[in-house]
């Protein structure tokens, strides 16, 4: 078992950046895959960035590349998401992700969720 709490999201202008910080129990974090996804007002909740259980690897989805990056700290059992030169359409409540697939980048893979953290960026 495995609960996930985000934290960080908030309210910027565009060109800002943000750091979301996802906060894992349990012992066995090391094991899983993390993600972020994220939920725009109503639109469908789409993948955002994944990193791999040992943080060799990292993939982003076309909309953010460049501009977010992920990482993680396996002896913090924490995933950060940095997020720079922040629009508009990066609106959306941001939620972490916990998975045993790679790459976690699918909604039916994820076994855990955050409840999701919400980020503004107006224009």
């Known amino acids: 078992q495995v609960q996930l709490v985000e934290s960080g999201g908030g309210s910027v202008q565009a060109g800002g950046s943000l750091r979301l910080t996802c906060a894992a129990s349990?012992?066995?974090?090391?094991?899983?895959?993390m993600a972020w996804f994220r939920q725009a007002p109503g639109k469908e909740r789409e993948f955002v960035a994944t990193i791999t259980s040992n943080g060799g690897s990292t993939y982003n989805a076309p909309s953010v590349k460049g501009r977010f990056t992920i990482s993680r700290d396996n002896d913090k059992n924490t995933v950060y998401l940095q997020m720079n030169s922040l629009k508009p359409e990066d609106t959306a409540v941001y939620y972490c992700a916990a998975g045993l697939r790679v790459p976690l980048s699918e909604l039916s893979e994820v076994l855990y969720w955050g409840q999701g953290t919400q980020v503004t960026v107006s224009s």
């Open positions: 349990g012992r066995t974090f090391s094991r899983y895959s």
